[in-house]
């Protein structure tokens, strides 16, 4: 139910309101005020390069698909190193550019200003409370602003808040019961000695049923793990895997070559246990393994097409 006040007597009227001002929210504001939509975005924070929550470690499919500033992003990663519970490690390297870490404060603003330009209405510290049919079609939004409540009209709502969306409970549409929740710690003026490099470290103690990393652009050093919600406490797992990680953070530890990724997340669910990612992480150095392994870390295999 609303707080009580007033509704504007004309009611606010546009093509598309986008609750949510994060990387899909924005790009999707951005792109549709740009083709002439009328669009409303909506984000509880007054600002959008504050409280950023997400690492904005782009793979090599948003790289080609998106538009992405070169001033927004760090150098190019090409050299990814998985890591075993026991620091066993497989190193791959590839010909392409594989990964690279986006400046999310900046990018954010960058595309919300694009937004804007092309004609997008910001409205921040704005909550969406609900939605349902209009008299006339599309649907009619309720928000709550600091002050009072505010009711549009939109002929289509885009719910890009997250993984506990507020917009799909309203709409009645799935919700997720499974979560990857992480966290990182961002350093700069680090210096990099060898090339840019991305470290994957499997160990359920600090990441179960995913992965722990060091990503190094020669700009910014990425410390970070990611698991299921219920499993771990995060701000714990971080603090743990930031001092172990610190402990080798000398020249001789960067002057190795890195490469990452492994996102085949059933398989970390089910291998959570260290001997089972051990004997996991031993099958990806043999031949075959580390076959599957450029697949899954290397260019576009992991991330399909989307059908038409």
């Not at 001033?71 to 066993?88: F, N």
């Not at 470290?201 to 050093?221: I, N, R, S, T």
């Not at 070559?257 to 004997?279: C, D, I, S, Y």
């Amino acid at each position: 139910m609303l707080p009580r006040g007033r509704y504007r007597q004309v009611m606010e009227q546009y093509d598309v309101v986008v609750v949510g001002a994060g990387l899909a929210g924005l790009e999707a504001a951005r792109g549709l005020a740009e083709r002439g939509a009328s669009v409303l975005v909506v984000d509880r924070r007054d600002v959008v390069d504050e409280r950023v929550a997400t690492t904005g470690i782009f793979v090599r499919r948003t790289l080609e698909d998106f538009d992405l500033p070169e001033d927004c992003l760090g150098l190019p990663v090409r050299d990814v190193v998985v890591a075993s519970p026991a620091g066993r490690e497989l190193h791959l390297t590839s010909d392409q550019v594989e990964y690279r870490v986006g400046r999310m404060g900046r990018l954010y603003r960058r595309w919300l200003d694009g937004a804007v330009a092309g004609g997008a209405v910001w409205a921040p510290g704005t909550t969406f409370v609900s939605a349902v049919p209009a008299p006339g079609g599309g649907l009619a939004v309720d928000l709550q602003t600091a002050d009072s409540p505010r009711r549009v009209e939109a002929r289509f709502l885009i719910g890009a808040d997250g993984s506990q969306s507020a917009v799909a409970r309203a709409l009645g549409m799935d919700v997720n019961r499974r979560e990857i929740v992480g966290a990182e710690t961002v350093y700069e003026g680090v210096p990099l000695d060898g090339p840019p490099h991305f470290r994957c470290v499997l160990d359920p103690h600090v990441a179960p049923g995913y992965l722990a990393w060091v990503v190094h652009d020669g700009e910014e050093v990425h410390i970070g793990v990611g698991g299921q919600v219920r499993r771990y406490a995060v701000a714990q797992a971080l603090r743990v895997f930031t001092q172990r990680m610190q402990a080798r953070y000398d020249g001789r530890w960067f002057r190795r070559r890195f490469r990452k990724r492994l996102a085949l997340r059933n398989a970390l669910v089910a291998l959570w246990t260290p001997a089972a990612l051990e004997l996991g992480c031993a099958l990806l150095r043999t031949p075959p393994g580390r076959a599957v392994a450029r697949d899954v870390f290397f260019g576009r295999g992991s991330f399909p097409n989307a059908p038409h």
